[in-house]
């Protein structure tokens, strides 16, 4: 048995607050004991506030529930699905931490609905009738700041199989942009669920140019990534949550949208060709989440088994304040639990699912964040049930299954949307993700070379080397890791030895852009400025939003006398990174040297703003403010750089001259 869909047809409904945004009151109150419940005076209320915000024109659902008319001709099936829980679509349990949006109906609309049934389905007075709520027309929000679609249609046919889809979508933004809403818009009712992910490499465009047609299959979505650590999806009746403050993620130029659709033949052919609306903010990021993600490989489960068990764990190495968690399974899951245990033994539930339903996977965020400490370890447990009983298992008789990408293999996942409280936590976490992921999977190349690239960042090169030798010994010709092995190489001062690893790297594979970007900076080493722009020129052309190498470009431009050519480099720069002070102080200065003086003083202020206790940026200001005349504003300024840096002798020369 294929199960396309759920049991029933799709009685969607949207979050608990959305009752307020639809205009309705009250969600019907349980008759008196003894009466006899009606549509007008007891039922309308809990279909308007739960079913309505889906069940109207407009919406992937395949009938409205608007009126006494429609709800009686589907009595019999919405008592069903209400009793079963499998409509309204919210599979977490109560009872353990508060989640926002929770869409579950109480025992006594449960109640209500099947003595409705059981009484004949009475309509009642229409004076008892609520109004019928209203609904924001078209998006939730508002009208999106950007709005984008896929390239081309999808042709989904009538009928066959269940499809995992991904699209990717390019998105046109001249600077970084801070997102703080995405809104999917499905489209068609084929659409079941919508993940979507961001990338701002080019290996989703690498692996879609493999697949004929628009998109390529399966459930891998290729190198993107949830975009700064946030879950972004779209499932039937799923309200759209802006970030919390001060938690945008940030979208790059250049960057691709990645939206994976599974979707579900409706019996007429589809064109399916759902719209991305972005909603961006001013406000940047004051903290950024750091995924943690629980899992297990190790999954072979037996035809007839129904109680096999996967279980994963994870220690916080520092404290992290928990926003969310996404859990994933496949069709054999029947029940999940992700918990805490505390340092001081107490134990607390996240979340647990008794009935886990694959067509309605959902992400959760916490009405209020979760602080845990360092020491507390995260932990799941998933319960498979390969049996015949099991009215989800796709297979007639059961078969052997094992972990793998398609939906009819199994996965096992937690994802936990978690933020440390500073730098050194946010590395500690990604490196202790790493060595999790490597003590269950130590030929794990790549997490090998992800782990030397956190401890690079943190500046333990000896123990990046130690990872990148491991990376290749299982992978000899894997040029990522020999490039970071070249990299770190260069920070201990082997200046020749890492030129001639990068240039092996280029001969293979001449558009590396990370061994170019470091092929510049160990030519600047050997004082070779020519070799040096002809690296970092090469990484442009083939990255052409890649910041570092514009800001080398841009510095080695502006030593060797093109301030000119430099601006446009530090002005690119600045487009991705404008919190970036010395990238301000950069373009300031090349400003300087042309004698554009009103625009330097304001670009060396903004750095300064940025960085009030910036030395370089307090004495150029100095400089530009005592060229363009105000010699009064840049005495001051002097002062404050020499208080900076007393014993600096250009400032001491430059105020001898301003005596």
Known sequence: MNRARCSAPILGIAGVLLAAVAGCSSEGAAPEPGATPTFTRDVAPIVFTHCAPCHRPGEPTPFTLLSYDDVRRKAKQIARVTARRLMPPWLPLPGHIPLVGARRLTDAHIDTLRRWVEAGTPEGDAR?????????????????????????????????????????????????????????????????????????????????????????????????EPPDGHFLGWTAGKRVLPAPPGMAWRLFPGSDLVLQLHLTPTGKPEQVAPRIGLFFTDEPPRSMPQPIVLFSEAIDIPPGDAEYRVRDAFTLPAPVRVFGVYPHAHYLCRSMRGF??????????????????????????????????????????????????????????????????????????????????????????????????????????????????????????????VELQNALRLRPDYTDALSEAA?????????????????????????????????????????????????????????????????????????NGSPAAAVHHFERVLAFRPELAEARNNLATALLEQRILPRAIDEFRRA??????????????????????????GREELAKAAALRPEDPAVRAEQARWR
């Open 608 to 633: 300064l703003a940025l960085r009030p206790d910036y030395f370089h940026a307090r004495f150029n200001l100095a400089r530009a403010l005592l060229a363009a005349g105000e010699v009064r504003q």
């Open 128 to 224: 008892d009738l609520p109004p019928l709520p209203t609904w924001p027309r078209g998006w939730q929000l508002r009208e999106p700041d950007l709005v984008v679609t896929l390239p081309e249609p999808f042709a989904l046919p009538a009928k066959g199989p269940d499809v995992f889809r991904n699209f990717v979508v390019p998105v046109q933004v001249a600077s970084r942009r801070f997102v703080a809403a995405v809104e999917i818009r499905p489209g068609s009712r084929a659409v079941h669920h919508a993940i979507l992910q961001v990338d701002r490499t080019l290996g989703s465009r690498r692996r879609d140019a493999q697949d004929e047609g628009p998109g390529f299959a399966g459930m891998s979505m290729a190198s993107s």
């Open 487 to 559: 990299a770190c190489a260069l920070r201990q001062g082997r200046t020749d030895a890492a030129r001639r690893a990068l240039e092996r790297v280029l001969a293979g594979e001449p558009d590396h852009g990370h061994a170019l970007l470091w092929l510049g900076r160990a030519c600047l080493q050997q004082r070779d400025a020519a070799g040096a722009r002809r690296a970092f020129e090469h990484l442009l052309r083939v990255r052409p939003d890649d910041v570092e190498g514009h800001n080398e470009l841009g510095m080695l431009l502006a030593r």
């Open 340 to 465: 805490v245990r505390l340092p001081d033994g107490a134990q607390r539930t996240m979340f647990e699912i008794a009935a886990w339903d694959f067509d309605w996977q959902d992400d959760y965020r916490f009405v209020a964040p979760l602080d845990l400490p360092a020491g507390a370890v995260i932990e799941f447990e998933y319960r498979f049930d390969n049996s015949s009983a099991n009215p989800g298992n796709p297979s007639d008789p059961p078969r052997r299954v094992r972990f793998g990408q398609e939906s009819r293999d199994e996965m096992a996942t937690l994802t936990v949307m978690a933020v440390p409280r500073d730098a050194a936590g946010r590395r500690a976490v990604r490196a202790e993700g790493w060595r999790a992921t490597l003590r269950k999977k130590p030929w794990d190349y790549h997490a090998h070379l992800q782990l030397a690239r956190v401890l690079h960042e943190g500046g333990d090169i000896a123990a990046a080397m």
